[in-house]
């Protein structure tokens, strides 16, 4: 059966994973189209903001869809199976390293809209609050590291992140507030005035 390229943007996710297991490269760059952006900003935060090294972990995330695309069970969403793998091979680069203690940490620029709109101060004070909140993030342990990252950067729901980390949806709700209350603590000095 022969496709155009506007029926593969027609199809979900779960059928295009059925096609790249019958060799389909179209379904492949649908997919990719659709997902390379997400996970490549989720290992960016994920490697500490390394982007070379988030290039490679997308580039060898999509060779690991490809080639493991049959061990994909298409009763369940491919949004949580494809954000599992790329856990798993986050988890593994963070055994991968012998001293894990303190991830290092690169001065990266905000991203603002209306960064023209702001006064002087203002930008100094937001570039201030989001450096900090980068290193904060960069202290916290993996485990609560990720589940911040997917939550409130993926906006992914409690329910897909306990999947994805193999956990309940109470661990999940555990470790958020356990993550916030850490972050909040750090940061309280940017708490805005009433």
Same mark, same amino acid.
């Given at each position: 059966?022969?496709?155009?390229?506007? /029926?593969?943007?027609?199809?979900?996710?779960?059928?295009?994973?059925?096609?790249?297991?019958?060799? +389909?490269?179209?379904?492949? %760059?649908?997919?990719?189209?659709?997902?390379? &952006?997400?996970?490549?900003?989720?290992?960016?935060?994920?490697?500490?903001?390394?982007?070379?090294? %988030?290039? +490679?972990?997308? &580039?060898?995330?999509?060779?690991?869809?490809?080639?493991? $695309? $049959?061990?994909? #069970?298409?009763?369940?969403?491919?949004?949580?199976?494809?954000?599992?793998? %790329?856990?798993?091979? @986050?988890?593994? *680069?963070?055994?991968?390293?012998?001293?894990?203690?303190?991830?290092?940490?690169?001065?990266?620029?905000? +991203?603002? !809209? #209306? *960064?023209?709109?702001?006064?002087? *101060? #203002?930008?100094?004070?937001?570039?201030?609050? /989001? #450096? @900090?909140?980068? !290193?904060?993030?960069?202290?916290?342990?993996?485990? &609560?590291?990720?589940?911040?990252?997917?939550?409130?950067?993926?906006?992914?729901?409690?329910?897909?992140?306990?999947?994805?980390? /193999?956990?309940?949806?109470?661990?999940?709700? $555990?470790?958020?507030?356990?993550?916030?209350?850490?972050?909040? /603590?750090?940061?309280?000095?940017?708490?805005?005035?009433?």
């Amino acid at each position: 059966m022969i496709m155009n390229i506007n /029926s593969y943007q027609q199809l979900t996710d779960e059928k295009l994973v059925l096609l790249i297991t019958r060799g +389909d490269d179209k379904a492949c %760059a649908e997919l990719y189209g659709r997902y390379s &952006h997400r996970m490549l900003m989720y290992f960016f935060r994920m490697l500490n903001y390394n982007e070379e090294k %988030a290039q +490679d972990f997308l &580039h060898d995330l999509f060779v690991k869809v490809i080639e493991k $695309s $049959s061990l994909f #069970d298409g009763e369940k969403r491919f949004s949580t199976w494809i954000y599992s793998v %790329a856990s798993n091979m @986050c988890k593994n *680069e963070y055994r991968s390293r012998e001293v894990r203690k303190i991830l290092a940490y690169t001065d990266q620029p905000i +991203d603002t !809209e #209306d *960064e023209a709109a702001y006064r002087v *101060e #203002d930008m100094l004070q937001m570039r201030q609050f /989001s #450096d @900090c909140l980068k !290193e904060e993030l960069s202290l916290l342990n993996e485990i &609560h590291r990720e589940v911040i990252i997917l939550r409130y950067q993926e906006e992914l729901s409690i329910k897909e992140i306990g999947e994805i980390m /193999s956990c309940s949806e109470g661990t999940i709700k $555990s470790r958020i507030f356990y993550a916030l209350k850490k972050l909040a /603590s750090c940061l309280k000095a940017f708490k805005p005035e009433p």
